[in-house]
């Protein structure tokens, strides 16, 4: 018989797992960290999936890796929306009253 390939959610449940005791041994905020890195890779299970070329350790990194990206991108985006807005506020008005 041949070997049971393991399905990729059940990949990142089972490394999740074998991280236990690292999880325990940090502070508070780099415990939410890490959580926040699997709930990328868990969000991005059918990329995984497509990505069978790499080894499934590469393709868990490379989904943790894009979900901190979209997250820089989207705080990026939310500053330059909020720095624009204090910048029209801060305009002297023209129009009449």
């Known amino acids: 018989m041949g070997d049971t390939v393991v399905p990729i959610k059940q ?3 089972n490394e999740e797992q074998a ?3 690292f999880r325990g ?4 905020k780099y415990r939410q960290a890490l959580d926040e890195l699997f ?4 969000l991005l299970v ?3 999936t497509m990505a069978e070329h790499l080894p499934r350790s590469e393709a868990l990194l490379l989904a943790m890796l894009l979900g901190v990206g979209a997250d820089h991108n989207e705080l ?3 500053v330059a929306e909020l720095e624009d807005r204090m910048d029209r506020s801060l305009l002297p008005q023209t129009g009449r009253s």
């Open 11 to 13: 990949f990142i449940q």
């Open 19 to 21: 991280l236990f005791y």
């Open 25 to 28: 041994a940090l502070l508070p």
């Open 39 to 42: 709930l990328h890779a868990e």
């Open 46 to 48: 059918a990329a995984m």
């Open 76 to 78: 990026e985006r939310r």
